[in-house]
């Protein structure tokens, strides 16, 4: 059961109030909660690398949150090129594997996404990666977990056919911005309007629309795309 203090830090996560969301909880307090938030407002505002790991190194080592956050800080530095490592790629791919070998179901299946995503991002290996995004997809429809499915076909969709990924972007999309993630619904419009036509009206509205999410949200990677 979460506090007061931990529910409106889970509330203004979604919010992407990342700043006061990690203000809201004690130093001590909600350790896995303090190290995700601060994992999140780096990855999508490449800033304040430095607090993030050291709120995952606060945490047990070999818990798979421990594991799964270890693993996308490695990612995200290999991602953007800051920070940058020589050991990240195996950094994370140890993680990923670690943290989808333990744990419950749900956790499971985010490590198995955020193993797909490095092999089709980083290794440019679609092959390796969509059969594990289809594992986890599975999951996630299982369990009506509608947050974790639309991570994965966000990333899944690219790889079907032109009909078949503008459904699952627009489901992304709807799934997002129906729980309120405000960060990842910026993100979802944005690429959505890279999948239509130039002369569509809707991706007009939807840059227009991420863009100023994107500013006031300060998500660095969409507003250096501008």
Same mark, same amino acid.
């Given at each position: 059961?979460?506090?007061?203090?931990?529910?409106?830090?889970?509330?203004?996560? =979604?919010?992407?109030?990342? *700043?006061?969301?990690?203000?809201?909880?004690? !130093?001590?307090?909600? !350790?896995?909660?303090?190290?995700?938030?601060?994992? *999140?407002?780096?990855?999508?505002?490449? /800033?304040?690398?430095?607090?993030? /790991?050291?709120?995952?190194?606060?945490? /047990?080592?070999?818990?798979?949150?421990?594991?799964? =956050?270890?693993?996308?800080?490695?990612?995200?530095?290999?991602?953007?090129?800051?920070?940058?490592? !020589?050991?990240?790629?195996?950094?994370?791919?140890?993680?990923?594997?670690?943290?989808?070998?333990?744990?419950?179901?749900?956790?499971?299946?985010?490590?198995?996404?955020?193993?797909?995503?490095?092999?089709?991002?980083?290794?440019?290996?679609?092959?390796?990666?969509? !059969?594990?995004?289809?594992?986890?997809?599975?999951?996630?429809?299982?369990?009506?977990?509608?947050?974790?499915?639309?991570?994965?076909?966000?990333?899944?969709?690219? +790889?079907? /056919?032109?009909?078949?990924?503008?459904?699952?972007?627009?489901?992304? =999309? +709807?799934?997002?911005?129906?729980?309120?993630?405000?960060?990842?619904?910026?993100?979802?419009?944005?690429?959505?309007?890279? +999948?239509?036509?130039?002369?569509?009206?809707?991706?007009?509205? =939807?840059?227009?629309?991420?863009?100023?999410?994107?500013?006031?949200?300060?998500?660095?990677?969409?507003?250096?795309?501008?």
């Amino acid at each position: 059961m979460l506090t007061d203090d931990a529910y409106i830090a889970r509330c203004l996560h =979604l919010l992407g109030e990342w *700043d006061a969301a990690l203000a809201t909880l004690g !130093p001590d307090s909600y !350790p896995e909660l303090r190290a995700e938030i601060a994992v *999140d407002r780096w990855f999508f505002r490449i /800033e304040g690398h430095e607090e993030a /790991e050291k709120a995952v190194a606060a945490l /047990e080592p070999t818990s798979p949150v421990a594991q799964l =956050l270890t693993g996308r800080l490695a990612y995200s530095r290999l991602l953007f090129g800051r920070h940058a490592r !020589p050991d990240d790629r195996a950094v994370a791919e140890a993680g990923y594997r670690e943290a989808a070998a333990s744990g419950d179901e749900s956790q499971r299946a985010w490590a198995v996404y955020h193993w797909a995503v490095l092999l089709d991002n980083i290794d440019k290996d679609p092959a390796g990666a969509v !059969p594990r995004y289809e594992s986890a997809l599975a999951t996630a429809v299982k369990s009506d977990d509608g947050y974790l499915e639309s991570y994965i076909i966000r990333h899944l969709a690219p +790889h079907k /056919e032109p009909a078949e990924t503008l459904a699952m972007l627009r489901r992304s =999309l +709807h799934l997002r911005a129906a729980l309120g993630a405000r960060p990842q619904t910026v993100a979802a419009q944005a690429l959505l309007a890279d +999948h239509l036509a130039e002369d569509d009206p809707e991706r007009a509205e =939807l840059l227009q629309a991420s863009r100023s999410g994107a500013s006031e949200l300060r998500i660095g990677w969409l507003l250096s795309e501008d």
